[in-house]
């Protein structure tokens, strides 16, 4: 998913005859690892326990839930942990990173370049992500976060693939 998405970004938004694989590879390996792998561990069993009254507050109907203080309270943990700890400090250097390395790039020039772009970044995924997963936590049941998530993420991702996919190709270096 995320590699159509940076392909679709590519073709239809950049207008690109070619493709940039080694940029198209980045995405597939980050979606392969991280977003297959990672995201699942962090959304399903470790906020599981992070936050055990969550299946609870899901199978709840909308009046119940707004009656909820204590529920409410743990979508907005949830929601909080998700955007202001996670992303900032796992999900952006592990995308910089992935990209970094398939760049032949060392790992603290991803970092440097993480921190740059932060900000703009953190924004960017904040107007997508924080009304996504405040509806993600307080409707889905734990067997479909992933595959909500997966659905916006592929919106997502070619914001993402837009912003930093194309911009910091590597400088052409002179012979010494």
């Known amino acids: 998913k995320t590699s159509f998405a940076d392909w679709l970004v590519q073709k239809y938004v950049e207008k690109r005859e070619e493709i940039d694989m080694k940029r198209n590879a980045t995405f597939f390996m980050f979606g392969f690892f991280y977003l297959g792998g990672i ?21 709840k109907s909308f009046r119940e839930k707004f009656r909820d203080g204590k529920g409410m309270l743990s979508v907005a943990g949830q929601v909080l942990l998700d955007q202001f700890v996670h992303h900032p400090i796992l999900y952006f250097p592990c995308f910089y990173i992935t990209k970094g390395l398939l760049l032949d790039r060392p790992v603290s020039e991803s970092i440097t370049t993480y921190r740059k772009n932060m900000f703009e970044d953190l924004v960017a995924l904040w107007k997508v992500w924080v009304p996504a997963m405040l509806v993600n936590f307080t409707i889905s049941p734990m067997w479909f976060r992933i595959p909500f998530v997966a659905s916006t993420s592929l919106f997502w991702t070619c914001i993402l693939s837009a912003m930093r996919g194309a911009g910091d190709v590597p400088e052409t270096r002179g012979i010494d």
């Open 39 to 59: 995201q699942y561990v962090i959304y399903v069993p470790i906020f599981r326990r992070l936050f055990p009254m969550s299946e609870k507050f899901i199978a």
